[in-house]
């Protein structure tokens, strides 16, 4: 069947659109008879005729690994539920997005909520849930309006409630708006706000969402593309799933891009299919007219920044090392780890040589500063110095010792907090400071002072003091 796009939102050639399939279509609408005209809803038919484990099985087989950040397969996680469970089970879409560079879960929410809803469907009968909810950010307003309006569309045509599409299994969804907390994004604090509690990230352990989660019972939580893929999974299987991408990063992910190029925006892709260079100066279109690249963050605003002049040697499965410059690493997650940052999100992040580190720093620190849910002190007192240093060292008035005592303060956090929260403060500060150390230092007093000597004597040689 041939699908017409938007003017000007026509997939690229090297895109394969399998969650995004529909996603800025001109003949495509989000009602449920739009989805079921193309199939929809057929493979939560297939699936309820099947023992649940069939499909953990399967998604299994897919080697699909978690879409929201942290890239853990799962199938695996789905196993996690205790096997002498008697406790309900209950599944939560994480909907939050609220990764800094990462746009993709809206897009699927606002042009395609039928998908996730019949994916979320499979996954809860899969680990036998009978209760969801999607956990969706306030700044989504429109989004939660489209997903009820959907719920309620598949709950009058026997997709969800009881005796879904006439089998025995019973299942209810519910949108739930979050405040817009930054630190609602992990999954433990997620849960303690959908309990109408602050949300403080839990001690892990012993608060392993699956099998301590929502109310103390076993809940699994998952992120917006995860659950779509799930559908995928179903109507494909397992093994032939897991024959696009590379090994152990199969299927597709969206990748999120924005900055310095020409054509920012989504692109879906087989994972590990295409390089950081050919992202940038095929999909992207390039820099900007007369610019280079001075630096990338692959993976949301929490992975660390890569250079544009560095260079990898990573070694090989059969005992080699093999060079790799930033351009050349293939956007996976495996190789982006070996190469000190992460995946994470999806959000790529490219900036130019007009980019002044020490701002985008500082960004980036007024951001963590103000989301910090001030559980754990480090986090809480640290994230608020590391924003106050780089705010002197933004307006010239810090010391070259400043730029020090901001790495250090980053090393005090990483690793003390009970969730990852402070390792993603930290991340750019430790990041930013080992790649452009010379640069930061270069906007503190010593260094401004030296200028303006150098400055003055130049103008009393030419007599225009």
């Known amino acids: 069947m041939a699908i017409t796009y938007l003017p ?22 989000t009602s449920l008879a739009r989805y079921e005209q193309e199939g929809g809803y057929s493979m939560l038919k297939k699936a309820v005729t099947m023992e649940p484990k069939a499909i953990t099985e399967e998604v299994k087989k897919s080697g699909l690994r ?59 009968y899969a680990v036998g849930a009978h209760l969801a909810y999607i956990y969706i950010r306030e700044e989504f307003p429109e989004g939660a309006l489209i997903l009820e309006k959907a719920i309620a569309e598949a709950r009058a045509n026997w997709y969800l409630g009881n005796g879904i599409c006439g089998s025995n299994y019973n299942l209810e969804i519910y949108v739930h708006r979050g405040a817009g ?5 992990e999954e433990t604090g997620l849960i303690e706000s959908l309990e109408g509690k602050r949300p403080y990230p839990r001690i892990k352990p012993p608060y392993f969402p699956a099998a301590l989660g929502l109310y103390l019972c076993p809940t699994i939580v998952n992120n ?71 630096a990338i963050i692959p993976g949301g605003s929490s992975a660390k920044v890569l250079r544009a002049d560095e ?53 980036l620190n007024q951001f963590y500063a103000h989301e910090s849910c001030g559980q754990c002190t480090p986090c809480r007192e640290g994230s608020l110095w590391m924003k106050k240093i780089s705010d002197r060292i933004v307006s010239g008035d810090a010391s070259p010792d400043d730029v020090s005592l901001l790495e250090s303060v980053a090393y005090q956090i990483d690793g003390k907090t009970i969730c990852a929260f402070g390792e993603a403060s930290a991340w750019p500060t430790e990041s930013f400071i080992a790649k452009f150390r010379d640069e930061l230092t270069a906007r503190t007093k010593s260094a401004n002072k ?4 150098a400055e003055e004597a130049q103008l009393a040689a030419a007599g225009l003091d």
């Open 66 to 124: 978690g879409r929201g950040g942290a890239g853990f397969p799962t199938g695996v996680k789905w196993t996690f539920i205790p096997p002498n469970n008697t406790k309900p089970v209950y599944l939560i879409c994480n909907a939050d997005e609220s990764e800094p560079g990462t746009f993709k879960d809206r897009y699927i929410i606002h042009q395609d909520p039928h998908q996730l809803i019949e994916g979320m469907a499979i996954s809860c």
């Open 224 to 294: 917006v593309e995860s659950l779509c893929h799930v559908r995928h999974i179903m109507e494909m299987g397992g093994e032939t799933y897991a024959k696009m991408g590379t090994p152990n990063n199969t299927g597709t992910r969206i990748l999120c891009v924005s900055g310095d190029v020409v054509r920012p925006g989504y692109y879906e892709v087989q994972v590990g299919s295409l390089t950081m260079g050919e992202l940038i100066n095929d999909l992207c279109g390039g820099l900007k007219p007369g610019r280079t690249l001075k």
């Open 8 to 29: 000007g939102k026509a997939p690229h050639p090297r895109e394969h659109r399998m969650i995004f399939r529909n996603v800025d279509r001109a003949d495509w609408d």
């Open 311 to 363: 260079v990898f040697k990573l070694k090989q499965p059969d005992g080699s090392t093999k060079e790799l410059t930033v351009m050349d690493i293939p956007m996976d997650f495996d190789t982006i780890a070996k190469c000190g940052t992460m995946a994470g999100s999806g959000g790529v992040i490219i900036m130019d040589d007009t980019r002044d580190m020490a701002w985008v720093l500082n960004n």
């Open 181 to 185: 907390a930054y630190i609602c994004g």
């Open 450 to 453: 030296g200028k303006l000597v």
